[in-house]
């Protein structure tokens, strides 16, 4: 009777544990689907809302945003920022109306160089973070603004569009299954980058190296070779991003990649508060895309001002890096208590 007593206070503690665990991984998107029936009944913003033809525009827009979040994710994995990652999209979006354009080259020679910008610019990236052991965000913030600079010199604020193929830039208009390219695109990349940070070794290796620096180094990691890769492979995200901006814009300039940066940061710091919370993650990053993009959607449709997008984009960002270390601190100390509990239990 003594053992039942005992045990039935643990059941009911570990009942509400697995109930708030519960909640906190899918409070992300059971917000997401309320925001979309909230759209879609509206009398002012359902009938628009609900079109196919509204549903395509949200799911295409989205790619670009989607695949530099998914290039921010993955050093964020391993604890460390990259914040140029934008302006490396954008200097892949130029490189490619450039050669497409001024140079007559083929799309498949300009797609090519712009991933392969990408990368150089994430190399230099790791040779300031992991080569230097400079601040990550005090580096990539740096070469954000230098990027920045350097395609404004460039480009001396003008766009790049003219001899850009047709069907290049018409690529992004096409769909299957009645749904856009891109955003297929997008889910055929976040699936290889999930598949690669959470199903192989080296992944779990970049989770364990954010978790605990110095325990993974001592674990036998080599730490600083492996935030090097995080970098790399972040440039060949933002490359591709340059390379569907180009495509979706018919044509490359100084500043539409780096209007991406904030939606994107957003979107991965709401991921961190779903689906694997406290952990920057690729679903969750994907839901807080969407999450992001269809309140845009359902503001303009009610006919806000534009400035209430950026105040939006900017209050989300504000409101998810609150959770995301109000819930961290939650756990740390439910940790700490059970910890204590199994100490006055084995006393």
Known sequence: MTDTAQRSPERTKTVERNYRSYIEKSGLPV??????????????????????????????NQSVTGLIALAMVIPLVAGYFDLSVAAIAGLSNVTVA????????????????GVLVGVLAGAVNAVLVSGFNLDPFIATLGTYIFWSGALALYTGGQTISSNIPLDFSLWTTQKWLQIPLPFWLLIVVAVAVWLFLDHIPFGRKLAAIGSNELAARLAGIRTRRAVAITYLLSGVMAGMAG?????????????????????????VFLGRTAIRPGHYNVWGTMFGLFLVAVAVD????????SSVTQMFNGGALIVSVAVATLSVRARERKAREIQLERLRASS
């Open 31 to 60: 917000f997401l689907v309320l925001l979309i029936a909230t759209f879609a009944v509206l009398p002012i913003t359902g009938a628009h809302f609900r079109t196919l033809l509204n549903v395509q525009n949200v799911l295409a």
């Open 298 to 305: 359902g503001f303009t449709l009610l006919g806000v001002a």
């Open 243 to 267: 390379g569907l901006l180009t495509s979706s814009n018919g044509g490359g300039d100084a500043t539409s990649a780096i209007s991406y940066l904030f939606p994107a940061l957003a979107a």
């Open 98 to 113: 450039s050669l497409l354009s001024q140079f007559g080259q083929p799309v498949w020679v300009g797609l090519a160089a």
